[in-house]
């Protein structure tokens, strides 16, 4: 309990202990996996389940800090869980080199919750429709520039992606992406995480948060199910 003692006074053994026994899958191992992944392993989640496919670039390093310098063309899983290995022994890591499909979404293990830090709507859908068939919370976050958005899915209970984004917006050829807006996102979706184990704290639960840090703005906006949703109506 030495490594967790600071946060023990925030939710106890028995939050430390259920953070221990929980299992989460992180989708995206870049500029917002690496923030996500990496506060869940330093928090001391049991089991942290790592997806991509991609490898690394220099125009990764920007802001994929769990992949450096001398990284650039190994697999991301491979870089990534190098550094989490490092970062916190206690954690168990599983990583899965795949791009994520239909057909082989339902191959990955089961988890309490599905963290997706993706950079197209192809995928955050797929994810979304995935946990709302297998009944686990999903965390959705996306950047661009000095902006970031956040909400947690729960499905039975909140709308899900689609209710939010009935259709994918244009998609850009290269956002521009800043790295303290992946660090800020990132972070913010691990301790939705983290809340959600715990039981601490109030989720982002029918609430998309929109982070504008050019303006230092925190903006909550309210969202409702739609009634008609493919997905999850």
Known sequence: MERYQRQLTLFGKSGQKALGNATGTVV???????????YLAMAGLGSLTLIDYDRVSTSNLNRQFLHHGEDRGRH???????????????????????????????????????????????ARYLLNEYAVEM?????????????GQITTVVPGET??????????????????VLGTSAGVTGTIMANE????????????????????????????IDLER????PVCS
């Open 135 to 147: 009944e686990i919370p999903y965390i959705h976050g996306a950047i661009e520039g000095f902006q």
């Open 226 to 229: 739609n009634p008609k949703c």
């Open 76 to 122: 991301k899983t491979d870089s990534a869980r190098e550094k989490l290995e490092k970062l916190n022994p206690e954690v168990s890591l599983d990583t899965f080199r795949i791009e994520l499909t239909r057909e082989n979404i339902r191959d990955i293990p089961r988890s309490d919750f599905l963290i997706g830090a993706v950079d197209n709507f192809r």
């Open 159 to 176: 709308p899900c992606l689609r209710c939010i984004f009935p259709d994918p917006p244009p998609e850009k050829e290269e956002l521009p």
């Open 193 to 220: 995480a983290i809340k959600y184990v715990t039981g601490r704290g109030e989720l982002l639960a029918s609430t998309l948060l929109s982070v504008d840090l050019a303006g230092n703005s925190f903006e909550e």
């Open 28 to 38: 995206g191992l870049g500029g917002l996996g690496s923030p996500a992944a990496t």
